[in-house]
């Protein structure tokens, strides 16, 4: 079946880095959109970065020039590296893959927390 790991979550303080990791299995991976979003505690769901299968990058206003997402097809992994991070920055961040082919197949992870404090 199909599994999203996340990994690489934790505490670090206001300016630190973290990197994330997101291995999937039961997917032919290179075919899907990958996306980070995080969850606040009472907030919505937000996107934060995208990767197309084609490596196009797109990413939320308020991580551009802080957050770098990327891929490797060849690990079925993708990547978010959190740099310079504050403390609004703390969430749990999910791992997300998408792929249209006439109908959406979309899969989620289990999430891993994020806590930028000091």
């Known amino acids: 079946q199909v599994q999203l790991v996340e990994s690489g979550g934790g505490w670090v303080q206001p300016g630190g880095s973290l990197r994330l990791s997101c291995a999937a299995s039961g997917i032919v991976f290179s075919l899907y959109d990958m996306t980070w979003y995080r969850q606040a505690p009472g907030k919505q769901r937000d996107l934060v970065a995208t990767i197309i299968s084609g490596a196009n990058t797109n990413y939320a206003d308020s991580v551009k020039g802080r957050f770098t997402i990327s891929r490797d097809n060849a690990k079925n992994t993708v990547y978010l590296q959190m740099n310079s991070l504050k403390p609004e920055d703390t969430a749990v961040y999910y791992c997300?893959?998408?792929?249209?082919?006439?109908?959406?197949?979309?899969?989620w992870g289990q999430g891993t927390q994020v806590t930028v404090s000091s």
């Open positions: 997300n893959a998408r792929f249209w082919a006439g109908i959406q197949y979309e899969y």
